[in-house]
């Protein structure tokens, strides 16, 4: 039997996911919601959508949709996926979960209630270089440290991004999201036990942060620096690059390798699995064609997601931290 999904939010990581849909057999693109008709129009005829609604609640009150994709203001994430979960509808969102923890906890039980499967849209754990990482990091020994960057160079986002009634925060939630779910998947998911963080907006006459030097302290004894920006003059690596540092070598992304110190022959051997450094696209179609494919299966086979509102909430901790940190100068533990 297909599968019928809606996609909520045209904006532009919105194709990216209804490409996805599209692609996969079973699945049928049924639906699309937008505030706006003059941008839902164009939306659903790229994509031969044949219903189109205004709001969340209109398409749940018609019926007759399996899932959805959202892919709106961080501000309407929380009520649009209650009101989709509560309704048995499974639920793919995207990154930031929520504006905050006490939301997450909100779209977690919701879940609960229903039974319907939440799904938060860390993409990068579904890129290639990544897995290829991840799969190789036990060669490095115990990790000590990790590294990573979630920043635009001489750019940034406009619109909603830049407004915290509407973004919760700035480039920690849009960018530093990204570098931190990326450590923690390559750290195989430990538990942030504290925070500390200096965030500040100093490019940019935004009410949200455009800068952010972040460390957590993962109850595996590791910890992680990360670096978020807009507009930023240098960043150490493209979106999501990460480096992890071994008692036995190190690992890093984009570009992806290991350096395995020799003793024995006095050398550093370097292990290169041969992807192109830069990429002809950072974010490519497939890792959002990887994501939608597993959610899928997901519905199917009834089985929990990976990364959940779990994965989602503990991300949005960390945020929560950090801004808490920031404001008071000092070290924030996680509960």
Request: aromatic share 8%; hydrophobic share 40%.
């Amino acid at each position: 039997m297909s599968l019928k999904i809606g996609v909520v939010g045209t904006g532009y990581i919105s194709h990216y996911h209804a490409r996805a849909a599209q692609a996969l057999p079973g699945v049928e693109l049924t639906a699309v919601v937008n505030h706006r008709h003059e941008s839902m129009a164009p939306f659903a005829a790229t994509y031969n959508i044949p219903r189109q609604y205004l709001t969340v609640e209109a398409l749940l009150a018609e019926g007759g949709i399996d899932a959805v994709s959202i892919n709106t203001p961080n501000s309407l994430h929380a009520p649009q996926a209650i009101a989709a979960l509560d309704a048995g509808v499974h639920v793919l969102v995207e990154k930031p979960m929520a504006v905050n923890a006490a939301q997450a906890k909100e779209m977690q039980a919701a879940s609960r209630r229903s039974g319907a499967h939440l799904m938060v849209a860390h993409c990068w754990r579904f890129d290639e270089e990544v897995l290829w990482l991840k799969g190789e990091a036990s060669r490095l020994g115990r990790i000590i440290r990790t590294t990573g960057d979630g920043v635009h160079v001489n750019w940034g986002p406009g619109g909603w991004f830049t407004q915290k009634a509407l973004a919760g925060g700035g480039a920690l939630a849009d960018m530093g999201i990204h570098a931190i779910d990326t450590a923690r998947f390559l750290l195989d998911d430990p538990y942030p036990v504290s925070v500390w963080a200096k965030i500040g907006t100093y490019y940019t006459d935004h009410d949200v942060d455009d800068t952010g030097s972040i460390i957590i302290n993962w109850d595996n004894g590791a910890f992680s620096q990360i670096e978020s920006g807009w507009w930023q003059p240098h960043a150490g690596g493209p979106e999501a690059n990460t480096q992890l540092y071994g008692t036995r070598g190190f690992g890093s992304l984009f570009p992806t390798r290991l350096s395995l110190p020799n003793p024995e022959k006095e050398r550093v051997d370097e292990v290169v699995p041969g992807y192109p450094h830069p990429r002809d696209e950072h974010c490519p179609q497939l890792m959002y064609d990887t994501q939608m494919a597993y959610f899928i299966d997901c519905i199917r086979n009834n089985r929990t997601p990976n990364p959940g509102g779990a994965e989602g909430l503990i991300n949005m901790l960390i945020v929560d931290a950090a801004y808490q940190s920031s404001l008071s100068g000092e070290l924030v533990a996680i509960a």
